[in-house]
């Protein structure tokens, strides 16, 4: 009986133990980069030139609402925003010890980068079609 | 007899409970996550804010002290 008490006392201990981090020095780098990146990004997300994708991502769905001097520059800022995104997900994964979170966690912030969106932001629904906030 | 019976008995018990430790952690804590992803989407998006925009995540925690700071902004500022 004092075994079981034990164990269930153990399950209970790693059960409150088991918590989400979030901080490594990588990941610290990319919050600092796509936070810095995200001023230059508003005016596109604003005008729906730039949309929330559904896998967490972000992607230039109207070009034809950039000038076109401007679109070399927004194609730029999307790609590194792109790669700091999803080097966000996979570090948070490894930060946890658990890379197989990986799409779990981009599926997570996919829904939060929505929910979070301010009205007029685009968006993209489950099943593809975009949608104005 | 009996003793081996209750030995047995503690083992499967003991089993189980091992078994549902690790079940716990492997599985993915989605309530945890969508915490953290709020609190690094509000980080990362705090310049948009400043810039007199989008409203806050509010389910955080609330040693949170930028909260405070964005409450006390006037209004107007605010769409």
């Known amino acids: ?133 | 007899m009996t003793n081996r019976n209750s030995n047995l008995v503690l083992l499967v018990a003991a089993g189980f409970v091992v078994t549902a430790c690790v079940t716990i952690n492997i599985y993915f804590p989605a309530a945890a996550a969508e915490k953290v992803a709020d609190k690094i989407i509000d980080e990362v998006w705090q310049a948009d804010d400043e810039a007199g925009g989008r409203e806050q995540p509010r389910e955080k925690s609330g040693n949170d002290t930028r909260n405070n700071k964005i409450d006390n902004k006037p209004d107007e500022v605010r769409p």
């Open chain 1, 1 to 133: 009986m004092t075994l079981i008490s034990l164990g269930f006392f153990l399950c209970i201990s790693l059960a409150s133990a088991v918590d989400f981090k979030a901080s490594s020095p990588a990941v610290t780098q990319l919050r600092q980069n796509m936070k810095q990146r995200h001023s230059q990004l508003i005016p596109f997300y604003d005008s729906g030139a730039v949309g929330l994708t559904r896998d967490g991502l972000i992607v230039l769905r109207d070009s034809n609402t950039v000038p076109l001097s401007g679109r070399q520059s927004v194609n730029i800022l999307v790609t590194a925003e792109n790669q700091d995104r999803n080097a966000l997900y996979r570090e948070i994964a490894l930060a946890n010890n658990h890379p197989e979170w990986e799409s779990d966690i981009r599926s997570t912030f996919a829904q939060r980068w929505i929910k979070w969106a301010r009205p007029g932001w685009w968006y993209q629904q489950e099943n593809g079609s975009w949608q104005k906030k």
